[in-house]
């Protein structure tokens, strides 16, 4: 018996190697290099965990499943490797559809409700051929509910895929192509396992999971954590490569930080900046970008935008941080003369010091150009 037991384990073993070994090392590896950097918040990397560990069961079920159709019956185990495969299969599209809504409050549990569904059709084929079947030739026979992993997997995608739009509204547009591309290969790999069985889910998803882990990582470097706004570090590289198209820079400080941090704990403090941060970052001109270059200072570099436009959106977000209970200053540097970005970013500084004059005084932004 456990020489039987020990051969069947090593079957398994090679199958898996065999068929999953990229899959599984890259996800393997991910998850050690998550493990020692952790530069995300705890939201995203459980998220990243999640799906780290889903495809490698997905590895190990799979595998159990090619194995076993060499048999000339089916047995339970082949069985409920396949059921647990089909259960599997869309909660990797559902881990990465909460990292692309990381910053929304108001993800519902309605959501794993297809998924829900989806693990009884599967798991019914211990009892009933809904999902699927094996003949006595051990034949692989879909049921009448064998397309519900892949529709649960694709409506997922199609989650993705309508968050995404949010991403090319807010102008993150490096997000945006990039989840574009992962959920062409999600739903390219979906169709080709639905219609040939040609098992490309598992390596398509680690392949396009482990990008995606990439481009977190380097955006995690060129931006702040709490308010997600790009670094300084960023805001110098940007400058220096957009030099020619930058013919305005906004200034934006958020008033009474310190005194908020003092009275009201760090936490009303990061509250305020993270309010101030999204408020601007909604009613960015296009082609504009947000950095944050100090405690409570953020930047706007503004490219190929009117005078016009830039007063309209320093408006705009002063009338959105109104109805919250925070306030912040502004001031505006227009790059009249081709100056460079250092003179741009003191004169942006010194009108913003004299917007918060003003705002002491009881007089907003525009009023001094009126008196």
């Not at 398509?204 to 995690?220: C, D, E, K, R």
């Not at 930047?299 to 309209?312: D, F, P, Q």
């Not at 959105?320 to 790059?335: D, E, K, Q």
Request: charged share 20%; with cysteine; aromatic share 12%.
């Amino acid at each position: 018996m456990l020489i039987s037991l020990l051969n069947g384990a090593t079957l398994i073993a090679s199958y898996v190697l065999e068929c999953y070994y990229c899959a599984l090392m890259s996800m393997v590896l991910l998850f050690i290099f998550m493990k020692t950097n952790k530069i995300f918040v705890p939201r995203v990397r459980h998220c990243f965990y999640g799906a780290i560990v889903t495809v490698i069961a997905l590895c190990i079920v799979d595998s159990i499943s090619i194995c076993y159709l060499s048999n000339d019956k089916p047995c339970f185990t082949q069985i409920m490797s396949m059921a647990s495969g089909y259960a599997l299969r869309p909660l990797v599209a559902l881990f990465v559809y909460y990292i692309v809504m990381r910053r929304s409050t108001k993800l519902h549990l309605l959501i794993w409700l297809p998924e829900i569904i989806n693990v009884l059709v599967a798991f019914s084929a211990l009892f009933v051929p809904l999902a699927f079947s094996y003949n006595d030739q051990n034949h692989y026979v879909r049921g009448p509910l064998g397309y519900t992993t892949h529709l649960t997997s694709l409506l997922y995608v199609i989650m993705i895929i309508i968050a995404t739009m949010k991403k090319f509204r807010e102008k993150d547009f490096s997000e945006f192509m990039l989840l574009g591309a992962l959920a062409l290969v999600m739903v390219s790999a979906v169709l080709l396992d639905m219609m040939l069985r040609m098992w490309l889910t598992v390596p398509a998803i680690s392949v396009g999971l482990s990008f995606y882990y990439l481009y977190f990582h380097s955006q995690a470097q060129m931006r702040d954590s709490l308010t997600n706004a790009y670094s300084r570090k960023r805001f110098y590289m940007d400058a220096e490569k957009y030099r020619n198209d930058i013919n305005g820079l906004i200034g934006f400080d958020l008033n009474d930080l310190k005194l908020l941090n003092d009275t009201q704990g760090h936490a009303v403090g990061d509250k305020a900046l993270v309010t101030m941060s999204d408020i601007i970052q909604v009613h960015l001109p296009g082609r504009s970008k947000l950095y944050r270059t100090g405690g409570d200072e953020f930047v706007v570099l503004c490219r190929k935008t009117s005078m016009e436009t830039a007063e309209r959106f320093i408006d705009d977000v002063k009338n959105a941080m109104s109805v919250t209970p925070f306030r912040c200053a502004a001031g505006l540097a227009y790059n009249h003369d081709n100056v460079d970005i250092d003179t741009l970013y003191k004169t942006a500084d010194e009108q913003m010091y004299k917007d918060k004059t003003r705002m002491k005084a009881g007089r907003n932004y525009r009023e001094e150009a009126r008196l």
